[in-house]
């Protein structure tokens, strides 16, 4: 779990909203401040590793994160994913993976690097693993995207749909069993259901299912407490860890908080971690789950000096 912790909090930190538009990329450019362009590939070299699936997952440029299978190339050794967004020179914002999860093996954080696009792990003799950078050809062909990839989301989301060097061919994005919708530039798109999302062009075609799921309401007895509380979520279907401030109800003197998703939840007294005292959870762990859906009631006290 500290790994994860870790990834999105570099997630957090490195996260930027800039779009590119869809246009003819190829793998290496001029410009030496983008590394990779929207429309090329990013290759895994899986000659080492063996993996019998390989992910991607990334927390910036287009994803958010994601854990993209990434697309075997033919009878090789070699795994490719497009990149949907420039990517700046120095970026880290991705690893590679055995499994969807976090159950199988990983990388260390990947950072993308001007004349290099495809990583390669070595693992010595004591097991350590090392990632190499190298340059393959990338010669432009038609290609779709998807992001956010395949989440579970509350109230509504925002899908991108994204078609590259698709020359005289006709770009299309389809919601469900609705008509399907021309575009030529990236497009965004805001569901508030569950929803399967299709992009075609020409042979290439990609799908994502986003699925819709109810709020946590979580509430708290804290006994004598009356002061502020505030909740620190990480992990589940949170994008990114971090404080909030819950609401005290006079009524009948509990603390509650609408979660939009799952996570694991700290209660504390302040959203700073230098200043903050850390509630004790009756009975239970100190860090539980709340899944989604779900209406979990906590008995809190403070630790005793």
């Known amino acids: 779990m500290k790994k994860v912790i870790s990834l999105l909090l570099t997630a957090l930190m490195a996260f930027s909203v800039a779009t590119v538009g869809a246009v003819s990329a190829s793998a290496v450019e001029e410009d030496p401040e983008i590394a990779i362009t929207a429309g090329s590939h990013i290759f895994f070299d899986n000659t080492n590793t063996q993996w019998t699936d390989v992910y991607f997952y990334a927390w910036n440029y287009g994803y958010f994160g994601d854990s993209v299978p990434m ?38 954080n990947q950072t993308v690097e001007t004349g290099k696009n495809t990583y390669t792990p070595v693992i010595d003799e004591t097991g350590a693993m090392t990632v190499t950078k190298s340059i393959t050809i990338d010669s432009p062909t038609t290609e779709v995207a ?4 395949s989440k579970s989301f509350t109230g509504s989301i925002d899908v991108t749909v994204y078609a590259f060097n698709t020359g005289d061919t006709t770009a299309t994005y389809q919601i469900g069993d609705a008509a399907p919708v021309t575009f030529t530039v990236p497009t965004t798109i ?5 929803a399967t999302v299709t992009v075609t062009a020409g042979t290439a075609t990609t799908s994502c299912t986003f699925t819709k799921i109810a709020d946590a309401v979580i509430t708290v007895d804290a006994g004598d407490y009356e002061g502020d509380m505030y909740i620190y979520t990480y992990g589940g279907d949170r994008v990114a860890p971090g404080f909030d401030q819950m609401v005290y109800n006079e009524e009948d003197f509990t603390y509650t908080y609408i979660l939009n998703g799952s ?33 979990p009631f906590f008995t809190l006290t403070l630790p005793t000096a």
Do not use: C, H, R
């Open 71 to 108: 697309e075997q190339v033919g009878n090789t050794d070699v795994y490719e994913i497009v990149v949907p967004q420039d990517v700046p020179n120095g970026a880290e914002y991705f690893l590679f993976k055995s499994a969807p999860d976090w159950s199988g093996q990983q990388t260390a």
């Open 146 to 149: 998807i992001t956010p990839y």
């Open 190 to 194: 805001t569901l508030t259901s569950t």
């Open 263 to 295: 996570a694991n939840v700290i209660f504390t007294t302040t959203n700073d971690w230098s200043t903050a005292t850390k509630f004790l959870i009756d009975g239970i762990q100190q860090e539980p789950f709340v899944a989604a859906g779900s209406t």
